[in-house]
RNA sequence: UGCGGGGUAGAGCAGUCUGGUAGCUCGCCGGGCUCAUAACCCGGAGGUCCUAGGUUCAAAUCCUAGCCCCGCUACCA
């Protein structure tokens, strides 16, 4: 029986510098998602990657003094280094400089030539090579680049054309016809707007780029960085090179992406797959940007926050849980050290932490840390319906397809289990349970409260895998592959014996922070 | 200029679509418990819901006008 499939990916990351906070951001989100799906029992591709052909990667590379090649590989032991210690479960990581990408982007650029989709044209304009970007008049500030405020250069040469101008009227039909292909509902209403605006034919290559991938029989021309950064979706699954391996992933489920490249994504993307007569993604996920106290974050302006400043200081999944905690993957949120520390003590340390600790104490000093099924009462219902309903409350939240990946609301739902389970101990009184000699009663509510941290711990893997983990260790139970192994209330067996208590987050008492 | 988001207790936010006693987290004050990471549980104080008009029996919520903050405006996730 084969598994339904869930390919999802995110944008591909320039490698001038390494990831930031918002950069991790994105991939904790995808990450989120991916192992949610796999979860739930979908057979999943979880792609990611590095873009590369950048004018801005070819100075960075020099400056270093190492050939681009050199540079961008060192670049992806740095990138995926700090992927790997947050946890990020991709299944491929592309270089867009590796052999079988080129092969893809070529491929795909002779199917669009063939169809007359890509032709050869003047192209003219002011360029700024920090932007790798044409601008108009209009656009510049006192003759400079807006962005960089340096004198762009007026730069005149034939290019390949893209007939993008030919899709408008497409593209707008198969948005209105797919509700669920941009997400959330305000990327995919800003998009509507801008294909009403009318699109112009664009270019996609540049003459006598060293640094890129050659125009197939026209190798003065190297094709331009965002066209073949798209293509990635595509090598990655076998496009050109793997036609069985491409039928069953291509199309994808989902592309992650920040806000600020629905353009790409929404537009210029369909519209390529459209010319080459593939199908198109099912959803592009528009997430949005994490704010330095308000600040924008920006390579470009240095003001960065690296995710290892965290991870370093404290866990990857602290950090991971701020940052999915505070708002919906569609909305933008915010870092601050302040309410980071706020919320690891808090949320971290005092609920989810506590209630493993104190439950595990229990056990310990009444069973020996043995626990088993005992006299049931009527007021342990109220658990058991909150532990059913935290389920229900998970699902409904990681499902986008209700126009977005709530996944703060998933973990509100987790903490408020945790939650009742605490006033679930605090009504129940075992230590009164103990001193009175009602030890049925006490197996029983030990017995209920382990049940719930065990669902708790399963719950949370999607977010926090490795402290997922750690609950299992310490429950000495296996962990399920599957929600569905371990979704039912009160499988814990007879007489097991937990493990012993350990701290998941000690609290932190001093203020570092140094934002 | 255009488009979009927002202005609700000291802080951060939900509630606004589908009007009907203003809610959550943190902080603060008081109490309880002792299994636990000075933790957990219970209770309490604290709000002109940006402003001015309007609709309505009733407006944080709908309508009109205005003020203020913040994004995006062709390639920073």
Same mark, same amino acid.
């Given at each position: ?283 592009? #996920? ?174 949370? #893997? ?54």
């Amino acid at each position: 029986m084969s598994q339904k499939k869930f390919y999802i990916t995110t944008a591909i990351d320039y490698v001038n510098s390494i990831p930031h906070l918002g950069t991790a951001y994105e991939k904790i989100g995808a990450d989120a998602l991916a192992r949610f799906m796999r979860m739930d029992g979908y057979q999943v591709h979880f792609q990611m990657g590095n873009d590369e052909h950048s004018v801005n990667v070819l100075k960075a590379a020099k400056e270093k003094g190492l050939e681009p090649k050199v540079y961008c590989d060192e670049m992806r032991g740095k990138f995926t280094e700090i992927w790997q210690k947050l946890f990020i479960s991709y299944d491929d990581f592309i270089q867009t400089s590796e052999p079988r990408h080129h092969k893809a982007s070529q491929k795909l650029f002779e199917v669009l030539k063939e169809s007359g989709d890509v032709f050869k044209g003047d192209y003219e304009g002011w360029y700024c090579e920090s932007c790798e970007a044409f601008y108009t008049e209009k656009d510049l500030v006192n003759g400079e680049c807006p962005h960089h405020k340096s004198k762009p250069k007026w730069l005149k040469e034939k290019n390949y054309f893209f007939k993008l101008s030919k899709y408008q009227q497409p593209l707008l039909e198969y948005i209105q016809q797919h509700p669920e292909f941009i997400l959330p509902e305000i990327r995919r209403n800003e998009v509507l707007g801008l294909l009403k605006q009318g699109l112009e034919d664009i270019s996609i290559s540049r003459a006598g780029f060293p640094w890129g991938i050659p125009v197939p029989n026209d190798p003065e021309h190297a094709l331009y960085v965002w066209f073949d950064a798209l293509i990635n979706y595509l090598t990655a699954v076998g496009y050109g090179a793997d036609e069985k391996k491409f039928q069953e992933w291509w199309p994808a489920t989902i592309h992650i992406i920040g806000k600020d490249i629905t353009r790409f994504h929404c537009v210029i993307w369909p519209a390529m797959l459209m010319a080459a007569n593939l199908p198109l993604p099912k959803t592009v #996920f528009g997430h949005g940007f994490v704010y330095l106290r308000g600040e924008k974050m920006s390579k470009t302006l240095g003001n960065v926050v690296t995710p290892l400043d965290v991870i370093n200081s404290y866990s990857p999944d602290s950090l991971r849980y701020y940052l999915l905690r505070t708002s919906s993957f569609g909305a933008d949120g915010n870092f601050t050290w302040e309410d980071f520390i706020k919320r690891y003590n808090a949320d971290l340390a005092n609920d989810l932490g506590n209630v493993l600790n104190r439950s595990l104490g229990m056990a310990k000093k009444y069973f020996e840390g043995k626990i088993s099924k005992g006299e049931e009462k009527p007021e342990d219902k109220l658990l058991i319906e909150k532990a059913k309903e935290t389920a229900a409350k998970v699902r409904k939240a990681m499902n986008y397809l209700n126009g977005d990946l709530d996944y703060h609301l998933a973990l509100e739902a987790i903490w408020d289990l945790i939650g009742t389970t605490d006033k679930y101990i605090d009504s129940s009184a075992p230590w009164t349970l103990k001193k009175n000699n009602q030890e049925e009663r006490l197996k029983q509510v030990l017995h209920n409260v382990f049940n719930s941290i065990r669902l708790i711990g399963m719950w949370i #893997f999607p977010f926090m895998p490795d402290t997922s983990k750690k609950i299992y260790q310490q429950l000495q139970i296996p962990f399920p592959n599957h929600f569905s192994e371990s979704e039912n209330w009160d499988i814990m067996p007879d007489e097991h014996p937990l493990g012993e208590a350990s701290p998941l987050f000690p609290r932190i008492e001093m203020n570092p922070g140094n934002s």
